[in-house]
């Protein structure tokens, strides 16, 4: 019943077999990996070199208006287009959507909107308010404001646009 070439083809089968699994397993690990570039996995540097960068970013960024400035002048208009971005999470109509409501965001304590599944973070700074200031840091970088979000928007880079939707959303208070 097992002769030589039965043997030979059950091993080969076993072989082929194995060499198909391990080439699907590899195919499917770099496919769907979550490790490697532009993948948001968190990566710890070993050491830093300090090049000069973040202090050029400061005098950069200081030579500007001030927020203080820029908010005075802003234009809730201009804000109402800014706020087209936030449309796909945020409602303005007190229903919560992927994010809370902005209704009567500025000036209401962070983390406030009650039912809404807020990160530990934001649950952290419930004694603080949304203060034009506050929300300007919020959305010049969420992760960097508050770390752990679960707000995956990377902010907005410039300063008159944060200004003038923060403008809209306190005019629509």
Known sequence: MFDTMTFTKVVGAVCGSLLLFL???????SIYSMHGEGHGGEEAQAYVIDTGAEAAESEVADAGPSFDELFAAADAGAGEKVF????ACHKMDGADGTGPHLNGVVGRGKAAVAGFGYS???VGMQSDVWSPANLDGFLTNPKKYAPG????FAGLPKAQDRANLIAWLQATN
């Open 23 to 29: 080439l699907g397993s590899w195919a499917s690990e």
């Open 149 to 152: 979000t679960k707000m995956s």
């Open 84 to 87: 087209a971005k936030c449309k």
């Open 120 to 122: 530990a973070t934001l």
